[in-house]
């Protein structure tokens, strides 16, 4: 009989550990250019700053790539066309833990500046 008490404290503890993590929140940047002209200059960006892409599809407007040094992490970008622009949304994610949107700020800077170049 005095093993029930113990025995649901434990249970009670081990189904805290059961919540989820909670959702990224992207990094979200509005352009005037073309969703298609929006992920190429994403591709640029994130090759000239030593990532390497793993997957790429414009017709779904997807892009993973991976930080080759180390500590390395894993960007995800998503393209949607918004009116005569796009909506350029950013997560960075190490080991299934969501960066910082302070890993991003170089990244979409960089995007940013070669669709003002390439006007």
């Given amino acids: 009989m005095s093993r029930l008490p113990i025995v649901l404290l434990v249970a009670l503890l081990l189904a805290g550990c059961a919540t989820p993590?909670?959702?990224?929140?992207?990094?979200?940047?509005m352009l005037?250019?073309?969703?298609?002209?929006?992920?190429?200059?994403?591709?640029?960006?994130?090759i000239a700053g030593g990532h390497v892409v793993r997957?790429?599809?414009a017709s779904l407007g997807r892009l993973e790539a991976v930080f080759s040094r180390w500590p390395g992490y894993r960007v995800l970008v998503r393209v949607e066309a918004r009116g005569e622009?796009?909506?350029?949304?950013?997560?960075?994610t190490r080991g299934g833990r969501v960066l910082p949107?302070?890993?991003?700020?170089?990244?979409?800077a960089e995007i940013?500046?070669?669709?003002a170049a390439s006007d």
């Fill in 21 to 29: 993590r909670p959702a990224a929140s992207p990094t979200e940047l």
């Fill in 32 to 46: 005037a250019a073309p969703p298609d002209a929006a992920l190429e200059a994403a591709a640029e960006a994130l």
């Fill in 55 to 57: 997957h790429a599809d």
């Fill in 85 to 92: 622009g796009s909506q350029l949304a950013l997560t960075a």
């Fill in 101 to 108: 949107p302070s890993t991003l700020e170089r990244l979409t």
């Fill in 112 to 115: 940013a500046a070669r669709l």
